[in-house]
């Protein structure tokens, strides 16, 4: 068990709809990072935060969007929902921001998005 | 910009036999690298890392990998495999300094009883 926990582990919904993933990181981490993987693109690095404030952006769609909350946990938003976008979401969380240098990122079990 | 690939995206290997999955980087500046695991329905577990000094790294379940910079690899090896090392195994790299990782496609380790 990493520690990092997301809800729901799965969610079915349609085309055009929104959706808003959770993500609780394991204790004492402030850092939280959200991937996408999917079978055609792999695993995809999305944004970074840490204590709050948006850290790193990576290939994040602008109809995506994420925020951390003060108690730490992070919710990622995705809208107008596209078939294409159904894929496995992970949340990872570490200790500090530079988290692959300073300690490793532990990953949650993910979050199955089927869009139909 | 970091890249990493994996060649091979499945590996069949027999029980007690060695295994050896490949992973190749490109970088134009100094990189950490990493093996991570991932079991069914489950997210994906660090099994090792390179920071820096020694080249051979050793990591959990017996795993093991070498630092090749003037060849860029990072091939990650076992010398018995086990019916539990079934998973997927992602090679990453992230640029020193830098806080996100970029993941290699993936390697799915078959063993076979």
């Known amino acids: 068990d990493s520690g990092v926990t997301q809800t729901p582990k799965h969610l079915i919904t349609a085309t055009g709809q929104r959706v808003t993933l959770r993500c609780s990181p394991r204790s004492g981490d402030l850092s939280v990072y959200w991937y996408q993987q999917s079978l055609d693109q792999g695993l995809q690095f999305l944004i970074q935060?840490?204590?709050?404030?948006?850290?790193a952006k990576g290939n994040i769609l602008e109809r995506f969007s994420a925020q951390q909350f003060p108690d730490l946990h992070s919710e990622l938003n995705l809208s107008s929902l596209e078939l294409g976008d159904s894929a496995l979401y992970f949340c990872?969380?570490?200790?500090?921001?530079?988290?692959?240098?300073?300690?490793?990122?532990?990953f949650g079990n993910g979050t199955r998005l089927t869009v139909t | 910009a970091q890249s990493v690939t994996q060649l091979d995206s499945q590996v069949p290997v027999f029980e007690e036999a060695p295994v050896e999955l490949r992973c190749n980087y490109s970088?134009?500046?100094?990189?950490?690298l990493f093996w991570y695991v991932q079991y069914p329905n489950q997210g994906l577990q660090l099994l090792l890392k390179?920071?820096?000094?020694?080249?051979l790294v050793k990591g959990i379940n017996g795993f093991e990998a070498e630092f090749n910079k003037s060849q860029t690899s990072f091939h990650l090896r076992k010398p018995s495999v086990h019916i539990s090392d079934t998973a997927e195994y992602f090679c990453?790299?992230?640029?020193?300094?830098?806080?996100?990782?970029?993941f290699g496609t993936g390697t799915r380790l078959t063993v076979i009883p």
């Open positions: 990872a969380s570490s200790v500090d921001p530079q988290g692959s240098y300073n300690s490793p990122l532990h």
């Open positions: 970088s134009s500046v100094s990189v950490y």
């Open positions: 990453a790299v992230s640029r020193t300094g830098a806080n996100n990782l970029f």
């Open positions: 390179y920071l820096s000094g020694s080249t």
């Open positions: 935060y840490y204590n709050g404030e948006e850290r």
